[in-house]
């Protein structure tokens, strides 16, 4: 069975940067799309970020042209470089994987980590 696990979450500034990084165990994923979400207190889960097995990358409106998504399948892994961060992107970022194509619906995905912690603040 698939786990995937992630880290790097944590405290930053504003302006600063972060990386997260998603580990899978029990099967290579290297087929599979997968993506990044957020949650953040009282809202729904949100779409960040998508990358498929070919390469191509999404990613949701909040965070173009400062976060920018990878993947080693290699390494069976995910990451997440996120720059230029504000107090708006403070949630719980998890990581998920499972579906054939990168989708925004958190519902197509089988898999997901516990999540990581990100905080924004001064």
């Known amino acids: 069975q698939v786990q995937v696990v992630e880290s790097g979450g944590g405290l930053v500034q504003p302006g600063g940067s972060l990386s997260l990084s998603c580990v899978a165990s029990?099967?290579?994923?290297?087929?599979?799309?997968m993506a990044w979400f957020r949650q953040a207190p009282g809202k729904e889960r949100e779409f960040v970020a998508g990358?498929?097995?070919?390469?191509?990358?999404y990613y949701g409106d909040a965070v173009k042209g400062r976060f920018t998504i990878s993947r080693d399948n290699a390494k069976n892994a995910l990451y997440l470089q996120m720059n230029s961060l504000a107090p708006e992107d403070t949630a719980v970022y998890s990581c998920?994987?499972?579906?054939?194509?990168?989708?925004?619906?958190?519902?197509?995905?089988?898999?997901w980590g516990q999540g990581t912690q990100v905080t924004v603040s001064s």
């Open positions: 998920a994987a499972g579906s054939a194509t990168v989708s925004y619906g958190p519902s197509d995905y089988n898999v």
């Open positions: 029990g099967s290579t994923l290297s087929r599979s799309s």
């Open positions: 990358m498929n097995w070919r390469g191509l990358t």
